[in-house]
């Protein structure tokens, strides 16, 4: 981290950077961090953070999570809420992959009975759901679904079959966010995603068979409602978002912006933090689209899921149901959304901002399905793929401290091309395999960019958040086969 | 090489330099940085031709499209390319560009990342002495 004299200390994992530290500052730079991961933090965590102090109509605090690096205008673990009637909208704080997020399914097998089919397993769904650069899915849908899929998300994918009955509600926002405008989707991005849905895409994206951990099995009874009773027991996680369709409604957007700020008088320190009024036409437009791409990412990880179910029944002869491969819960990572939040004395409707960093509503809250409402938001933490990923749960205290949101992930340390110094993909794939973690990848140079190394640490992430008290570490998943993508 | 990558400017990401004596040149190495990012350009055929024309308000949109393009066409027709050869009009705001490729062949081509998007981080063209240069980030 650069050295800033003004930053203090508020309790052993948060940090704040008061608003006399940068001109145009609106409210403090809140950063949630044990010291060794503050000190790791790379200058553009600092100076983006900052940033996002200074836009118009922000609320309380700009936050950077345990996991944030640099990133285009906001940092990756960057939260912001806004004013929704006197704030702005940032395609930059949603980020180009619109509703990115993880996904976790349960089984009812443990390790042993799945040890000697992890290769089998991986290899099906590998062939089940394409990976890698510029792949289509198998699901050929019209131009009026695909309006409906923009529209409804898992919903509709529950009334076409791609869905079970109680899948909706265990995703946020109950599988699809209201508010999609699909007048506002450009031909080009329409060309880019109706032909992606299950697929898992590319970079960091992937798909993991998992096994709760043993050593760090941390509450038993919160694990109960989410349905992870044994030890070893099999879960399933996928990590993606809204593909070619998300990247495209992003980049046109953000040139949209780009040009439009003059008009409303904004200035920006940083041509990718470009943002407009929510109230304005640009701000409607891009919220309208943006929408629709969150609702298509959550359809992509149901048409996933749905491949997976099928892979499983495949390989243990026996029907999905029967191997209770229900969802626990499905969470974005790269969003904006409306929502109603309590601070400093105030009930106020605001457009939080959540850019690498997971909801994270705490116990009771109505948006949470019925069976998890008296514990929290299951979280759903991805790690890197050496490493291993968590499973937390939302509390009270995020609610009060942070608009209701937590980190995402490790968050890299490493460039993709010091990976690929470090590490060949085909000697990684071999030690992983040694370490008991069979991996299927589209690409090898891909495949050593993701390598463990080129990450942070995501237990002492994790930790920071479980000490900070805005989630809560339910359960350590580690992984036993992998597809990247 | 009319192109290098920047491994220390994007952590997440890759970002490249291109610069050429003309502006065409300059359009061309950045077009052939985007598809070395996708894939081995050395196991591309150049078996399917698509020409494509574009229009922006400047130069730098123009190059911000035509890049956009590439990754566009990759999604849509599943199409790598290896050669371009591009014409910029004399009021740099459109362009004419002949692209060289191939169907994308799981077994056959090197694939590497798939370009997410053409950011703005950084991004412009700009002129030093004689030479046309420009820094891109993609997101990956």
Not at chain 1, 123 to 129: A, C, Q, S
Not at chain 1, 252 to 272: N, T
Not at chain 2, 20 to 27: A, I, K, Q, R
Not at chain 2, 44 to 65: G, N, P
Request: charged share 25%; hydrophobic share 40%; aromatic share 8%.
């Amino acid at each position: 981290m650069p050295h800033i004299d003004s930053i203090k200390q508020i309790s052993d994992v948060v940090w704040e950077i008061p608003t006399s530290y940068k001109p145009g500052m609106l409210v403090p730079a809140r950063i949630y961090a044990t010291k060794k991961l503050l000190d790791g933090m790379d200058a553009g965590v600092f100076e983006q953070v900052t940033n996002l102090a200074c836009l118009p109509g922000i609320v309380r605090n700009a936050y950077a999570m345990a996991d944030a690096h640099w990133g285009y205008g906001f940092p990756i673990g960057g939260v912001a809420a806004f004013d929704t009637e006197s704030g702005v909208i940032s395609p930059g704080g949603v980020g180009f992959d619109i509703n990115c997020g993880m996904r976790l399914i349960r089984t009812n097998l443990r390790y042993p009975e799945v040890k000697s089919k992890v290769k089998e397993l991986v290899d099906l769904i590998f062939r089940l759901v394409p990976a890698g650069v510029g792949v289509k899915g198998t699901l050929r849908i019209s131009e009026s679904q695909f309006e409906e899929v923009m529209k409804y998300g898992v919903q509709w994918c529950a009334e076409n079959e791609l869905a079970w009955e109680d899948d909706p509600s265990h995703v946020e926002e109950g599988g699809f966010i209201k508010g999609a405008d699909p007048s506002k989707v450009s031909r080009q991005a329409r060309s880019r995603g109706i032909e992606q849905l299950g697929t898992l895409g590319s970079g960091n994206h992937y798909l993991e068979i998992q096994v709760v951990d043993p050593a760090r099995f941390f509450d038993r009874n919160l694990a109960k409602y989410f349905g992870i009773v044994e030890e070893d027991q099999v879960v399933v996680m996928v990590h993606c978002g809204s593909r070619g369709f998300g990247h495209q409604v992003g980049s046109d957007y953000l040139r949209v912006f780009d040009g439009a700020m003059k008009r409303y008088g904004i200035s920006v320190r940083d041509r990718e933090l470009a943002c407009a009024p929510f109230s304005s036409k640009e701000g409607k437009d891009y919220y309208g689209a943006m929408v629709c791409a969150a609702n298509m990412a959550f359809a992509n990880r149901q048409v996933i899921v749905q491949k997976v179910r099928e892979a499983f029944s495949q390989v243990f002869h026996k029907d999905a149901e029967a191997l209770d491969m229900h969802l626990i819960y499905d969470v974005c990572h790269n969003v904006a959304k409306v929502e109603r939040h309590s601070y400093d004395g105030v009930k106020a409707e605001l457009l939080v901002h959540r850019k690498g960093a997971t909801r994270s509503f705490g116990p009771g809250h109505h948006d949470i399905p019925a069976p998890y409402r008296a514990v929290g938001q299951p979280v759903i933490i991805g790690g890197s793929m050496e490493t291993g990923s968590y499973l937390l749960v939302g509390t009270s205290k995020a609610m009060e401290d942070t608009f209701g949101s937590t980190a995402h992930g490790s968050g890299r340390t490493m460039s993709r091309t010091a990976a690929k110094r470090e590490v060949r993909g085909a000697e990684l794939q071999r030690k992983m395999l040694e370490r008991g973690i069979y991996v299927k990848s589209a690409t090898m140079d891909g495949l050593a960019e993701e390598a463990g190394m080129a990450y942070k640490d995501i237990s002492e992430v994790v930790e920071t958040m479980d000490r900070a008290g805005i989630s809560k570490k339910v359960v350590a998943l580690r992984p036993v086969g992998n597809i990247k993508g | 090489m009319p192109f290098r990558f920047l491994p220390d400017v994007a952590l997440a990401d890759i970002a490249f330099e291109a610069e050429s004596d003309s502006v065409e040149g300059l359009f061309e190495s950045s077009a052939l940085a985007v598809s070395d990012v996708m894939v081995d350009p050395e196991t591309l055929r150049s078996e399917t031709t698509k020409k494509v024309r574009i229009y922006a308000e400047d130069l730098d949109r123009l190059l911000y499209d035509f890049l956009t393009e590439i990754i566009v066409v990759k999604d849509v027709d599943s199409l790598l390319f290896r050669e371009f050869e591009v014409e910029v009009a004399a009021d740099q705001k459109s362009l004419k560009a002949t692209m060289k490729g191939e169907p994308i062949d799981r077994v056959r081509h090197l694939l590497r990342n798939d370009v997410k998007a053409v950011t703005m981080h950084l991004f412009g063209v700009r002129r030093e002495g004689s030479r046309w240069k420009t820094t891109v980030v993609l997101d990956i």
